[in-house]
């Protein structure tokens, strides 16, 4: 017996007050013979009535004036069709051999199911929550099935036989992040015999919210890879294997190289992936970024180009203004950047810190010198 009947029992006796009147008019038995209402289910349109009985031989029962059958278990009658929300006096009649018993009950069924009023909350683009409640019935004696389907993306999800009228909803993430889909939700509620339906649908779009959740969690990516990498930048190098440098690369990006894909019409992205293979984040620090202002109106497509969202800027705290001297003091801190850029002199300097892969222009691509694995080095 499901928890959820014994309380329903409970109620019922306490808010009807059950009342029993045993007759025991004609006894022909030597011990004392008792038929006693043990248990009594009320749901919306229907009521049932369990008797025990010591009775030895056959018994019978039966409700006088509602549509009351005895049902295939012993001792029970189950009266169906009734008005939801009504009271109704019920008298049960039972008999053993030749004595005869009735009881008086009083009983009001549940009122109808209601019908399902559905409401969505979005939570980002992934994923939302369905609200369903059975409007106009009895919430705690109602039950959900809740379907939600895409209507182009092939999703499915079924919750069946729920009592929470919440669900969270995950759905897959969307191929572009422009892109949009529809999911028409069904919520059924149903008690004993009465099932309502509604229907509703919500539209998932890429939030502002989804992109700023993304940024920050690369930001937490970045940070979690600076904190790994030890202070002293001696140790976890093999010869000059850098073991920090791992996907997602880090590259740091000088103006000049900026400038000089910009003119080769190398996508700076796309270029370092198809060097690398992996997942790159091109970085540029503060110092670079105002080199590039300062560059004037002939570097304003290489200016344009690091505004990209894409592309990390790597704060400066530093005193000074020096490109070259800021890329240095952040690869010699931190060993877990590459850097690309055009500048030889710059390449020298780098060529003496062990760890530091450089990458630049060659041709109508990118190569990489110092990282051994990389399939675009030379
Ligand atoms: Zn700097």
Redesign the pocket.
Known sequence: MKPIYLILILICVSVYGIDINVGNNNNNYKEVIEIQVDRVQVLSTSVTINFTSNCPTFMQASVWGYTCQPTKRINEIQCTGLEPGTTQAYLVLSQCGSSFFNTFLNLKTFPAVGNPAISFKVLDSTSFQVSHRAIGGAPYQSTYNVTVRGENNGFEKKIENTYSSDQVIRVPPKSSPSSSCTYIVTVTVYNDYITNTSVDSIKLQQTNRDKQLAREKEKQVFQKKIDSVPDDTAHHMFFSYNEALVPPYYVILDTNFINFSCSLKIDIVEGLMDCLYAKCIPCL????AAELERLGPKFRVALKISKDPRIQRLP?F?KG?Y?DD?IIN?ITMHRMYLVATCDADLRRRIRKIPGVPLIYPKGKRYTIERLPDAPGAK
Not at 285 to 288: G, S
């Open positions: 620090t503060d110092c670079c400066c530093h203004t490109a800021c952040r």
